[in-house]
């Protein structure tokens, strides 16, 4: 079946524009993750949603980040106003429901430069 | 806090070696432990997992064993390929917490012929 997909597979963006990123889980997967993968930082966890709890959002950098995820599927990653540490690949995985136990299925990413 | 240590990469091995990557962990709960690989200009696929002690993951043929003695669970393989270059990744996520992976730095691995 259909793994994980992302979008756009690389942006390019001017300091202090916006971005959409979009991730379309695994059919049927109830969780959902967002990471940043960075040189400097390696793989960072950043959003967590499960079903129709409130998100986990311990793992947003600042405030300019936020994440919505609708119908418990489609999600999408907002930055607002990019600065250049916000270059990096941002991945998005999901699972099919919350325990510990189960595998994270991760997508290809997206390659974000802030120029 | 929870944490995963890597062996220092980079990693470089003739073809038919035999391959060790340590990793080691820090946690407050009972994770569930994973290797994670990243073959060049791809995504993160899943290489194998272990939920409890004692356990071996195992796939391609790489193994780890979840060793809750020593918090380890190093991946091994007995006869690497070229095509095994990639850089590998231990990860672990706790199951009564937050539902995050925490992830070691990675190890670049490169296989020569």
């Known amino acids: 079946g259909a793994g994980v997909s992302q979008s756009p597979s690389n942006k390019v963006t001017e300091k202090g524009k916006d971005v959409e990123l979009r991730c379309d889980p695994i059919s049927g997967h109830t969780a959902l993750y967002w990471y940043r993968q960075s040189l400097g930082q390696g793989l960072e966890f950043l959003i967590y949603f499960q079903g129709n709890s409130a998100p986990d959002k311990s793992g947003l950098p600042s405030d300019r980040f936020s994440a919505e995820r609708t119908g418990g599927s489609v999600s999408t990653l907002t930055i607002q106003r990019t600065q250049q540490e916000d270059s990096a690949v941002y991945l998005c995985?999901?699972?099919?429901?919350?325990?510990?136990?189960?595998?994270?299925?991760f997508g290809p990413g997206t390659r974000l430069l802030v120029l | 806090g929870n944490s995963v240590t890597q062996m220092e990469g980079p990693v470089t091995l003739s073809e038919e070696a035999f391959l060790t990557i340590n990793c080691t962990y820090t946690?407050?709960?009972?994770?569930?432990l994973f290797w994670y690989v990243q073959y060049p200009g791809e995504g993160l696929q899943l290489l194998l997992k272990a939920t409890k002690a004692d356990d071996k993951g195992s796939n391609k043929g790489f193994e780890a064993t979840y060793r809750k003695e020593t918090t380890s669970f190093h991946l091994e393989k007995g006869s690497v390929q070229v095509s095994d270059s990639a850089v590998y990744f231990c990860?672990?996520?706790?199951?009564?917490?937050?539902?995050?992976?925490?992830f070691g730095q990675g190890t670049r691995l490169t296989i020569n012929p």
């Open positions: 990860a672990l996520i706790i199951y009564q917490g937050a539902q995050k992976l925490v």
């Open positions: 995985a999901s699972s099919s429901g919350s325990g510990g136990r189960l595998a994270q299925y």
């Open positions: 946690a407050t709960g009972y994770p569930s």
